[in-house]
């Protein structure tokens, strides 16, 4: 076994798609995108600011970072964090178990007494920091990963 396998025991993979999931034949958005067609209609700067934020992402850990047609979500044991495509923007949402208090923080939704979604907008590689690194790694370590702490 490799570092985090145990993490990730017991996952179901889509034989289509490839998604990770916690169950067999869990719902899902099946379906083969790329981060070029989820942007399409975008302007041309926010692919560069999506790709910044995939390799963010996928720097996180062992991590599925699945482009779909509406938007991109990212995932560990489970989903964690997503990018919604916009005109000249990116929105970027990622669930922690607490809630955060920055003025970076555009939208905040809770999903019960444990899971506060979050969404920062990203409009320019400045955006992609240190600060929103640490956010992401702590949904991925706690929401992502399915751990209590």
Same mark, same amino acid.
């Given at each position: 076994?490799?570092?985090?396998?145990s993490?990730l025991?017991g996952?179901?993979i889509?034989?289509r798609?490839g998604?990770r999931?916690v169950?067999r034949?869990?719902?899902?958005s099946?379906?083969l995108?790329s981060?070029?067609q989820? &942007?399409s209609?975008s302007?041309s700067q926010?692919?560069? !600011?999506g790709r910044?934020?995939v390799a963010?992402? *996928? %720097?996180? /850990?062992d991590?599925?970072?699945l482009?779909?047609?509406?938007?991109?979500?990212c995932v560990?044991?489970?989903?964690?964090a997503?990018?919604q495509?916009?005109k000249?923007? &990116?929105?970027?949402?990622?669930?922690?178990?607490r809630? !955060?208090d920055?003025?970076?923080?555009?939208?905040? *939704? %809770?999903y /019960?007494?444990r899971?506060f979604?979050h969404s920062?907008?990203i409009?320019?590689?400045?955006?992609?920091?240190e600060?929103l690194?640490g956010?992401?790694q702590?949904?991925?370590d706690?929401?992502?990963?399915q751990r209590?702490s």
């Amino acid at each position: 076994m490799g570092p985090g396998d145990s993490e990730l025991a017991g996952l179901w993979i889509c034989p289509r798609c490839g998604a990770r999931l916690v169950s067999r034949n869990l719902w899902h958005s099946c379906g083969l995108y790329s981060l070029e067609q989820l &942007l399409s209609h975008s302007d041309s700067q926010v692919l560069r !600011l999506g790709r910044a934020c995939v390799a963010m992402l *996928e %720097s996180l /850990g062992d991590v599925q970072v699945l482009p779909q047609k509406t938007r991109l979500v990212c995932v560990a044991r489970v989903r964690f964090a997503g990018l919604q495509p916009r005109k000249h923007d &990116l929105l970027l949402s990622f669930a922690l178990r607490r809630w !955060l208090d920055s003025p970076r923080i555009v939208k905040t *939704e %809770s999903y /019960g007494p444990r899971w506060f979604a979050h969404s920062v907008r990203i409009g320019s590689l400045d955006d992609v920091d240190e600060e929103l690194r640490g956010w992401l790694q702590e949904s991925h370590d706690t929401v992502g990963l399915q751990r209590d702490s």
